[in-house]
T-cell receptor, first 112, second 113 residues
Framework: SAVISQKPSRDICQRGTSLTIQCQVDSQVTMMFWYRQQPGQSLTLIATANQGSEATYESGFVIDKFPISRPNLTFSTLTVSNMSPEDSSIYLC?????????FGPGTRLTVL | GEDVEQSLFLSVREGDSSVINCTYTDSSSTYLYWYKQEPGAGLQLLTYIFSNMDMKQDQRLTVLLNKKDKHLSLRIADTQTGDSAIYFCAETSGSGGYQKVTFGTGTKLQVIP
């Protein structure tokens, strides 16, 4: 199974600032995703990170708010821009290998 | 559209069996997953089942799939305190190069010693 690491593991940020979350995978993967898990909630897909092209965003999520980079097959970043307290969540990177989908440990973000 | 529902909470005694239920709406789902999330941790893939199967067993875990009723269950035999966690079922939707995984609401399993 893929081993996924994320940085930072947690952060506390001020309203109006931006935070970039990094995701590193130990093997090359085609399909890479970013999810959000709000407190006490299930996971919601933000976008699919496409290598070499723009990310594919789900309904309710836009590139200006959540810009994503995917420079190669093992790395991606998600930026949470112009943060507000409503952005306080766990952000999870995920990859698919065959039919199995694996998750990183998550980045716990608190916005004050 | 996709909508995956689970009961919110289940409490069992250590040594008993736990059954966590899930209903989904996308009849074209090709496979369904069960994930475990321990406090403060990411999601761990426990098992998955293809939509053309009705049962899958893996050690203490048994997955049952009723396609007609779009009902999925996870049975944990001999439940241990280490099984206390939130369990998510998930379904796939879409086809070809774009397949999306939709997660259920999660069931919090509490194991009483």
């Amino acid at each position: 199974s893929a081993v996924i690491s994320q940085k930072p593991s947690r952060d506390i940020c001020q309203r109006g600032t931006s935070l970039t979350i990094q995701c590193q995978v130990d093997s090359q993967v085609t399909m890479m995703f970013w999810y959000r898990q709000q407190p006490g909630q299930s996971l919601t897909l933000i976008a699919t990170a496409n290598q070499g092209s723009e990310a594919t965003y789900e309904s309710g999520f836009v590139i200006d708010k959540f810009p994503i980079s995917r420079p190669n097959l093992t790395f991606s970043t998600l930026t949470v821009s112009n943060m507000s307290p409503e952005d306080s969540s766990i952000y999870l990177c995920s990859v698919r290998q065959g039919i199995e989908q694996f998750f990183g440990p998550g980045t716990r973000l608190t916005v004050l | 559209g996709e909508d995956v529902e689970q009961s919110l909470f289940l409490s069992v005694r250590e040594g008993d069996s736990s059954v966590i239920n899930c209903t989904y709406t996308d009849s074209s789902s090709t496979y369904l997953y069960w994930y475990k999330q321990e406090p403060g941790a990411g999601l761990q893939l426990l098992t998955y089942i293809f939509s053309n199967m009705d049962m899958k067993q893996d050690q203490r875990l048994t997955v049952l799939l009723n396609k007609k009723d779009k009902h999925l269950s996870l049975r944990i035999a001999d439940t241990q305190t280490g099984d206390s966690a939130i369990y998510f079922c998930a379904e796939t939707s879409g086809s070809g190069g774009y397949q999306k995984v939709t997660f259920g609401t999660g069931t919090k399993l509490q194991v009483i010693p």
